[in-house]
């Protein structure tokens, strides 16, 4: 039971391998889910604020971002980091005019306050909890009003942990982990059964929006 364990327990390095060498059909597997319910559910949300830059962390195929473009103004300047360069790659040939760069969610190279909105969706369940801290700094480094988090949410310290055991994925308590790093304003929206149907989006999927505080 314990090697099983440990075999789950991935950390960050172990997941950042797995992403980084993976080779796949980004299209089908990704952009082509442009239109999948919990897209349309964050492409809602981020019209309820005002903004010009967007970045996805974790921007994979850039399905979200293909959602953005298809659903808000034309006016909106698009970017997105990932770890897998293929990724990259693909995003740009696929989006026109838009930022991407190779880079882990811990050390994004962009300067202070260079972005409006931050996005993440199932990115950081990948970030064990000896990273999450440099993640949640590295966030608020770059972003000047907002964070949205689609990510695995739950207050109980118990289910996090049975999260992690049975599935390797890494669950927080975004309030008070947002609230410890200083954002104000933090909202939790769980995403509706029809949005996310199965899995663990299902039991502990939550979107959570933030706002970045005010820089001294």
């Not at 693909?90 to 994004?108: H, L, M, R, S, Y």
């Not at 190279?109 to 909105?117: G, K, L, P, Q, T």
């Not at 890494?170 to 509706?192: C, M, Q, S, T, W």
Request: aromatic residues 12%.
């Amino acid at each position: 039971m314990l090697s099983y364990a440990r075999n789950l327990f991935k950390t960050t390095s172990q997941h950042a391998k797995y992403w980084r060498d993976r080779k796949i059909d980004w299209k089908t597997s990704y952009l082509d889910t442009w239109n999948h319910p919990h897209r349309q559910l964050l492409s809602h949300i981020l019209k309820t604020f005002s903004w010009h830059s967007l970045l996805e962390v974790g921007v994979g195929g850039g399905a979200n971002l293909a959602n953005i473009v298809m659903t808000h103004p034309k006016n909106k300047q698009l970017g997105g980091t990932d770890i897998n360069a293929d990724a990259i790659e693909f995003c740009n040939k696929t989006f026109e005019g838009a930022f991407f760069k190779v880079c882990p969610a811990d050390d994004i190279m962009m300067s202070d306050n260079s972005v409006d909105m931050i996005l993440t969706d199932m990115s950081l369940i990948y970030i064990d909890p000896r990273k999450i801290d440099a993640v949640m700094r590295e966030l608020k480094r770059i972003a000047r009003q907002h964070i949205v988090l689609c990510e695995f949410h739950s207050e109980s310290w118990l289910e996090r942990m049975k999260i992690r055991l049975l599935s390797g994925y890494n669950a927080y308590d975004y309030v008070k982990l947002l609230e410890k790093h200083g954002f104000n304003d933090v909202i939790r929206y769980k995403i509706p059964k029809q949005a996310w149907e199965g899995g663990w989006q299902e039991k502990v999927g939550y979107v959570i929006v933030a706002r970045v505080p005010r820089r001294k």
